[in-house]
């Protein structure tokens, strides 16, 4: 069997180790001070502030939150493929999924009459009439709507647009620093205190405050996807047979080895989900074809006996929200899940 976690990306050796180290850093917390990025790659500040003004130009960086929807109490994540049968305007599709607050992101498929949405909403009520909203407003173009709840993300986030901020139960001077902080997580108190027309300490405070409330997991980027690699979505379906986590724990060790300093994590998305799909991946490869041999196959041998059904695209244009493409430690980031039982899991 071929070794799917072993492989080397030529994207990532486009760019220095240096380079590859501040992205990481930025990743993993975006608000990281100037002076600390420096200290930590062992370079003088100069230097490290020219290099993260080059890596924001080449990469599109845009420095964001990773919010906790649990937390902030936006029950109703969804992942959404919608097939077209007729010819689509994707300006027009982009214009309807922008006039709600519920779809975060949305991303066109490379060849195909398709689209892939994340949604969220404050209210069960709310996502239902977006559901058969949005369906009836794209009926001209004879579409097939797939929705399916999100169970669990095991690695990555999915940005959140500032529409669904102003719409949360929480304090008005929360929001007002959520949103500011969600448009650019590296703001200093000195700019939220013009933006919000408070007073320097009462903006430290709050922050504090806003921190200890748990709304925030991480400060962090999303950088521009590159037009040099292939982003390969995979949605599957499969029937548990015995042994499932011995076989799950296989393609858990492929999605947790990485290399050591990447520009990008490999697997930005992986997420377990219910309805017409048991699960969604996201990986970033050198190009489509090795994607299917390193990811798509890894699934199809791994999840045979579960009758795995793989269903695989190549992604092309974000229509709508970010791609959460950023520089994470997969083996530190994965949240591994069990669906079986702790005996089933022993006998496994």
């Known amino acids: ?24 850093l930025l990743s993993e917390d975006s ?30 960086v845009r420095y964001t939150l990773e919010l906790n929807e649990e937390v902030l109490r936006i029950p109703n994540p969804h ?13 027009e599709i982009a214009k309807v999924l922008n006039r709600s607050y519920i779809p975060q992101l949305a991303v066109r498929a490379n060849g195909e ?7 969220n909403s404050v209210s069960h009520s709310e996502y239902t009439r977006w559901d058969k909203t949005t369906q009836s407003e794209l009926a001209k173009y004879k579409v097939l709507w797939e929705s399916s709840e999100v169970a669990h993300k095991q690695l990555g986030f999915f940005p959140l647009r500032n529409e669904i901020i102003d719409r949360l139960e929480i304090a008005d001077k929360y929001k007002s620093m959520l949103k500011l902080l969600n448009s650019n997580s590296r703001i200093s108190f000195q700019q939220m205190s013009k933006a919000m027309g408070m007073h320097f300490n009462t903006v430290a405070y709050n922050f504090g405050k806003l921190l200890k409330l748990g709304y925030i997991k991480k400060f962090t980027l999303v ?19 015995e042994n499932f986590e011995s076989d799950a724990s296989k393609i858990r060790r492929v999605f947790r080895s990485d290399e050591e300093l990447t520009a990008f994590a490999r697997y930005p998305i992986i997420a377990q989900l219910i309805g017409t799909y048991d699960f969604f991946d996201v990986g970033v490869f050198d190009n489509a074809e090795v994607g299917k041999r390193k990811f798509v196959a890894a699934y199809k041998e791994m999840l045979k006996r579960h009758l795995a059904r793989i269903y695989h695209r190549e992604l ?9 493409i950023r520089s994470v430690d997969d083996s530190k980031e994965y949240n591994v899940l069990k669906w079986t039982s702790e005996e089933e899991t022993r006998k496994a």
């Open 1 to 24: 069997m071929e070794d799917y976690a072993d492989f080397k990306s030529a994207f990532n050796e486009k760019y220095s180790p240096l380079s590859r180290k501040i992205l990481r």
């Open 31 to 60: 608000r990281m001070p100037v002076t600390a990025i420096a200290k930590q790659v062992g370079v003088s500040r100069r230097t490290a502030k020219e290099r993260i003004e080059r890596i924001e130009k080449e990469l599109g």
């Open 79 to 91: 992942m959404v493929v919608v097939r077209f049968r007729e010819e689509p305007d994707y300006d």
């Open 113 to 119: 009459r398709e689209i892939y949405i994340y949604a």
């Open 223 to 241: 950088c521009r996807p590159p037009k040099e690699v292939s982003i390969v979505a995979i949605f599957g379906k499969y029937a548990l047979a």
């Open 316 to 324: 092309a244009d974000v229509i709508l929200g970010d791609m959460p």
